[in-house]
């Protein structure tokens, strides 16, 4: 699209910005979690690429262990309200 005067003339690019008219929608295909799943596993194998393992972080932190510490027997001791709640064991 072309600003011509305040006026935007034509159907602009596939962009979306700001000089086009039309708003740009990803498709349900972008969207679609296998689809890119299977996208990047592809891709992996053909280019060869090797990924490093995922490691969990873990913090040095010995305040953040305590506070992981609670909170997990915080996340425990809700789940079993919960649970007792609903009727369960």
């Given at each position: 699209a072309i600003e011509?005067?305040?006026?935007?003339?034509?159907?602009?690019g596939a962009g979306g910005g700001w000089?086009?008219?039309f708003e740009n929608d990803q498709s349900g295909k972008v969207l679609d979690v296998e689809t890119a799943l299977n996208l990047f596993k592809y891709s992996t194998d053909i280019t060869g690429a090797e990924w490093p393992d995922l490691k969990a972080i873990t913090s040095p932190c010995p305040t953040l262990n305590v506070i992981s510490a609670v909170t997990k027997g915080m996340v425990q001791r809700e789940e079993l309200k919960r649970m007792r709640e609903l009727g369960r064991p």
């Open positions: 011509k005067g305040g006026q935007i003339s034509g159907g602009g000089d086009s008219i």
